[in-house]
Structure formats: structure tokens, C-alpha cells
């Protein structure tokens, strides 16, 4: 097994889930479940927070194998924040070399924020996406007034 799936099947047994039971929260399949605990296939990185939810951890703890459960200091105020623009409006401006090129100039929502992590969703050209971009890529968040 991998560290990714070591850890989603320790927190699902803790948790009294059969693996049947944590696919049918996910809307996947058992053996989508059995593959990613086994680490033959990754989950998609939009199902990382929901993940997460479900298992009641955050998506530091699943995603990076030296997480110690601990939050820089200086990320107190940011996570604040970031926490209360769950649900509005924003747009990003993203570090030079960290720029999620759909989201550039692009009104967007967060839908979900632990940590280092957010969940966005925004309207494209090209459709409705959503995404998991980490908090280290931000430079700045723009607050958008919506129309009334």
C-alpha cells in the first residue's frame, strides 16, 4: 500500500466503514475504494476533500506523507479568512510560477477550505469546473461584489 491509501483505509476501519459503506458516501464503487486503499490508482483530486469530510481529517493529512498535524503559525489569520469567503465571491492572484491558468481573471466560489487547500468552482468558457488548488499558490484574494 501506499502512505495515501494506508491512510484512508486506518481512518475508514476507525471509523467502523466497510469499504462498500465509504464508496456508497463517495458515490464511487468498492472497488474504487479497494484500489486507492491498495494504491494501484489515486483518487481524482477533486475527491480529496470530500475524502477528507468524510473521514474527518484534512486533506494535509492525506496528501503530504510528513504531515504533522501542525499549522504554520502565520497561517492563523489566512485560514480565517479564507474560511469566511467560503460561499462568496472572490477572484485569485496566483505567484508567477504557480498560476492555475483557468482560474486567472475568473470570478470564483470556494466551496470548501481546510488548511492549506480550497475547493473552488467557477464558471469557464468552456463549462463549469472545479478544482483543489493549494493556499500556497495565492498571492492575493480579491473579494467580488455581487450584483444585488
Not at 26 to 32: A, G, I, M, P
Request: glycine share 8%; hydrophobic share 40%.
Amino acid at each position: 500500500m501506499n502512505e495515501l491509501g494506508n491512510k484512508i483505509a486506518k481512518k475508514r476501519k476507525d471509523l467502523g466503514l466497510t469499504q462498500t459503506d465509504f464508496a456508497d458516501r463517495l458515490s464511487v464503487t468498492r472497488q474504487t475504494v479497494s484500489r486507492w486503499e491498495a494504491g494501484t490508482v489515486l483518487p481524482d483530486i477533486e475527491k480529496i476533500t470530500d475524502i477528507a469530510g468524510i473521514l474527518g481529517v484534512s486533506c494535509d493529512y492525506l496528501l503530504k506523507d510528513d504531515y504533522d498535524g501542525e499549522e504554520p503559525a502565520a497561517a492563523g489569520s489566512v485560514s480565517r479568512l479564507l474560511q469566511n469567503a467560503v460561499g462568496k465571491t472572490i477572484r485569485f492572484n496566483f505567484f508567477e510560477d504557480e498560476g492555475d491558468f483557468d482560474l486567472i481573471n475568473t470570478d470564483c466560489r470556494i466551496t470548501a477550505f481546510e488548511g492549506s487547500w480550497m475547493k473552488v468552482e467557477a464558471d469557464t468558457r468552456t463549462g463549469r469546473i472545479e478544482k483543489l488548488i493549494p493556499v500556497s499558490s495565492v498571492l492575493s484574494v480579491e473579494f467580488v461584489k455581487e450584483a444585488e
